[in-house]
């Protein structure tokens, strides 16, 4: 097969681990393209609200070059003009003919890279995450203008690589046929994942995270910024006979003194645990120490890779159903439930029956939950490579 360039803005922390993958178990020529290396520097984060520089690594084992960011306001928090590399069009002129995948239209680049592309004979393909769910909940004119900008930039494309249900339904309203389409699903690294949890037990998991042994802990992971929506779990637990449960919150931000408030006006400080910025290397402990996952967050959540992570760990995962992954890994009774987002009597309900569920029906969630996230793996995405 041809050799295979990914673009991307910056390096990211779930992508890193696949291009490992890519270049450790295949024999795909691959190379990877940054426009920014401002995630290396450990810069301020605005959703958490801290400074952030991940403990994984994000530059080994894969083949990687940096084109040089001309912008005149430099980062990948500037808007569109935050990154504008023109020495991608050099860069494609001169490499042999490969599948250039780009994640996305939301640079300059992106822009200057799919026509370049095009217009050197490489076989341009699109890789983003929006779900037409969410697409179908925004304003009706400035969807259809972004639509028409769209319709313009993806006759330059060749093929489009679907993460997911509803981002495959994005492309097909957008009149892209199937041939057109390729499943590289949307995934995490499952195999580190997976043997965390098969080589470290519960109990071991919250010693050394210093939580409760003896009780069901429902966990939360991601930013506390408003459309994560941390403030319905929490509504949601203070409405629960929480007394044998305990929330555990992972994560930061801006919304921390709301949420501290809440917890205090409704005596929940020896019930929620607000464990401030967790990195990489230390989240998998947590979700071994739960007993069930929730995500509730609402627009803007165009998938929600923590529900892969939790599922790594056979947890059972209560999605709201404005997530882009709740119609693909969430099986409605089987690992888990979809509820409608903002629903605070569905989601208390959902959190109370996962955690009264008796043992064996956990084995057999935990079981299906492993099941369902296997196929949505490293192995699928080089596959879809494969086919295209």
Not at 324 to 339: A, H, Q, T
Not at 366 to 381: G, T
Request: charged share 20%.
């Amino acid at each position: 097969m041809k050799p295979v360039i990914f673009l991307n803005s910056h390096p990211i922390q779930y992508f890193a681990p696949l291009y490992q993958h890519i270049s450790a178990n295949t024999d795909i020529d691959l190379e990877v393209v940054y426009c920014s290396d401002e995630s290396l520097k450990g810069k301020m984060d605005k959703g958490f609200g801290t400074n952030v520089q991940w403990d994984i690594p994000l530059m080994d084992g894969y083949k990687s070059v940096f084109i040089k960011n001309r912008s005149f306001k430099p980062s990948i928090h500037s808007g569109f003009f935050g990154l504008f590399n023109p020495g991608i069009i050099s860069y494609l002129r001169k490499k042999p003919k490969s599948i250039l995948v780009i994640h996305g239209w939301a640079y300059a680049t992106h822009i200057m890279a799919i026509i370049a592309g095009k217009l050197t004979g490489h076989t341009v393909c699109i890789r983003a995450e929006t779900p037409q769910n969410q697409e179908l909940l925004k304003n009706k004119y400035i969807t259809f203008l972004k639509h028409l900008y769209l319709r313009f930039i993806f006759m330059f494309a060749d093929k489009f690589l679907y993460v997911g249900k509803q981002n495959k339904l994005f492309y097909k309203a957008l009149g892209k046929k199937e041939t057109n389409l390729v499943f590289t699903p949307y995934s995490v690294d499952n195999k580190r994942f997976r043997s965390i949890f098969e080589e470290t037990l519960k109990n071991v998991a919250r010693e050394k995270l210093n939580l409760p042994a003896a009780t069901n802990i429902i966990l939360y992971s991601g930013k506390y910024i408003t459309k994560k929506n941390p403030l319905d779990i929490l509504k949601a637990f203070s409405l629960m006979d929480n007394e044998n449960a305990t929330l555990v919150m992972v994560g930061d931000g801006e919304l921390r003194p709301q949420m501290e408030t809440f917890i205090t006006g409704h005596r929940l400080n020896d019930k929620v645990v607000l464990t401030g910025f967790i990195n990489q290397s230390l989240i998998p402990l947590y979700y071994r120490a739960a007993d069930v996952f929730v995500m509730c967050s609402g627009l803007g959540e165009t998938w929600g890779l923590s529900v892969n992570e939790a599922m790594n760990f056979g947890l059972p995962v209560i999605v709201s159903d404005t997530c882009g992954s709740s119609y693909d890994l969430v099986k409605n009774e089987v690992n888990g439930r979809v509820f409608e987002t903002g629903n605070i009597e569905q989601l208390q309900k959902a959190m109370e029956d996962f955690v009264s569920k008796p043992d064996a029906d956990r084995v057999t969630i935990s079981q299906n939950s492993l099941a369902i996230i296997d196929q949505y793996s490293y192995v699928q995405i080089a596959e879809g490579l494969r086919n295209i």
